[in-house]
């Protein structure tokens, strides 16, 4: 069985730029969540800047999405960036309520979703302006 690298994966998923981008999306959060995990062990910074590190790192980990996944496409950055973002705000408030039955659906969730899809929609616009496909 022929193993597949990190490249291959866009032809993996028939050239779709939106999965392309929610995957890289996912991985950047983890790595993300994993860095700053080791530094909140081994540093004095305060458990009352969690949820700001944690929308941080929402915020990064979607615009990373969003820049390669129209970097994927060439073309309707705008579109691919927000799109991406949008799909990955929505998984994890979907994976964020099943984790936490007490967590619902909420104006500041709404909020949150409408936010990073305007982050990945800038995203989006600066990764169409890397793309090779001109």
């Given at each position: 069985?022929?193993?597949?690298?990190?490249?291959?994966?866009?032809?993996?998923?028939?050239?779709?730029?939106?999965?392309?981008?929610?995957?890289?999306?996912?991985?950047?959060?983890?790595?993300?969540?994993?860095?700053?995990?080791?530094?909140?062990?081994?540093?004095n910074?305060?458990?009352?800047?969690?949820?700001?590190?944690?929308?941080?790192?929402?915020?990064?980990?979607?615009?990373?999405?969003?820049?390669?996944?129209?970097?994927?496409?060439?073309?309707?950055?705008?579109?691919?960036?927000?799109m991406?973002?949008?799909?990955?705000?929505?998984?994890?408030?979907?994976?964020?309520?099943?984790?936490?039955?007490?967590?619902?659906?909420?104006?500041?969730?709404?909020?949150?979703?409408?936010?990073?899809?305007?982050?990945?929609?800038?995203?989006?616009?600066?990764?169409?302006?890397?793309?090779?496909?001109?």
């Amino acid at each position: 069985m022929k193993y597949k690298m990190w490249s291959d994966l866009k032809s993996d998923v028939h050239g779709s730029p939106l999965v392309y981008g929610v995957v890289t999306a996912f991985i950047a959060s983890l790595l993300c969540t994993l860095i700053l995990a080791g530094v909140y062990t081994w540093s004095n910074l305060s458990e009352s800047t969690l949820p700001f590190t944690a929308y941080t790192i929402n915020a990064i980990s979607a615009l990373i999405g969003a820049v390669l996944a129209a970097k994927s496409a060439g073309a309707r950055g705008w579109y691919y960036g927000c799109m991406t973002a949008l799909l990955f705000s929505v998984l994890l408030a979907i994976i964020g309520s099943l984790v936490d039955f007490s967590a619902a659906f909420q104006l500041e969730t709404v909020v949150r979703i409408a936010l990073l899809g305007l982050i990945g929609a800038f995203g989006g616009i600066i990764g169409v302006n890397f793309s090779n496909k001109r």
